[in-house]
């Protein structure tokens, strides 16, 4: 791995068995890498493989195939999750933060709370400093004025900004986001991305961004990995992504460069839409 490459995808392959017991293969070979400090995005229709790389990516799923290598600055060399055991996971998990795509908040506990528990459970920071550490938390997502509320009082912006509150609480190297735009209007969708990329410049972590919304992706990102079931169609920086979305479809000679070009302006005609037969239709926006 290079000096600058904090995760390396290699060749992924993950299969789930389908209703006959025959499998499907849900990544086919994914490859990318990620440096240290960039935003990447990972993006691509539904069912094209996004939530099991996401999943993949932080040990969740084991891969049938292929590599994943993290090298952390607390690591001296790189290391392949699939050889690591329980204990090792948890330890890597510690350095990684997550922004689920609901929030994910405790339910039963107060926005502080829900702050404070990982840093409870899994730092020797003494009791009295983790009050400080949650307010400092709250005041980065500007969540501080509700603190004392429970998850029920908080519209889904506030729930996504609590989360982020939560998942940087143990000042992680690496931050995951699953659909951070998911479920909000575009004013506070864009709100949201501001905050992502505020906190990337102060906190100077690295970022995994894995989304369909294109507004979004385009605003945060400095890379971009297109998905289209399971497989890698391009990795590029958004410059490049920026470029594809603009040219003029018909002057476009390769299918995959049609198809992104659709995707990602969201027309209605194109490689997607125009398959002959709905086998074909489905074939091409479902991985597997």
């Known amino acids: 791995m290079e000096s600058d490459v904090v995760i390396s995808v290699q060749e992924v392959v993950k299969t789930f068995p389908r209703a006959d017991g025959t499998p499907a293969r849900v990544l086919d070979g994914v490859t990318f890498d990620v440096h240290r400090g960039e935003t990447i995005v ?13 999943n993949c990516l932080i040990g969740e799923l084991p891969v049938d195939g292929g590599r994943i290598l993290y090298h952390t600055a ?18 890597l998990r510690k350095h990684l933060g997550i922004l689920f795509q609901s929030g994910a908040l ?24 983790i009050e400080t550490i949650v307010t400092l938390k709250l005041e ?34 690496i931050l995951f986001y699953d659909e ?5 209007d575009p004013v506070t969708s864009a709100a949201i991305d501001e905050l992502i990329m505020d906190l ?11 989304t369909h919304e294109m507004d979004s992706a385009f605003r945060i990102a400095d890379r971009m990995v297109m998905l289209d079931r399971g497989r890698v169609l ?10 594809l979305r603009n040219a003029p479809p018909d002057t476009l000679t390769r299918h995959e460069e049609r198809l992104m070009n659709q995707f990602l302006n969201g027309y209605g005609r194109g490689p997607l839409t125009d398959a002959t037969g709905t086998s074909e239709f489905e074939r091409l926006i479902t991985a597997g």
Do not use: W, Y
């Open 42 to 54: 990972v993006m691509g229709g539904s069912g094209c493989g996004k939530s099991t790389l996401l």
């Open 74 to 91: 607390r690591m001296p060399s790189s290391r392949d999750i699939s050889g690591m055991s329980e204990s090792e996971l948890n330890e």
């Open 106 to 129: 405790f339910n039963s506990m107060s926005v502080a709370d829900n702050i404070a528990l990982p840093i409870r459970e899994h730092s020797s920071v003494p009791a009295r400093l």
């Open 140 to 173: 980065q997502v500007r969540m501080l004025e509700h603190r004392d509320k429970m998850p029920s009082q908080l519209s889904g912006g506030q729930k996504k900004r609590v989360g982020l509150a939560r998942a940087t609480a143990l000042d992680p190297e």
């Open 180 to 184: 951070p735009s998911a479920g909000l």
């Open 200 to 210: 990337s410049k102060k906190l100077l972590v690295t970022s995994v961004v894995v």
């Open 234 to 243: 391009k990795v590029g920086s958004r410059a490049d992504f920026e470029a």
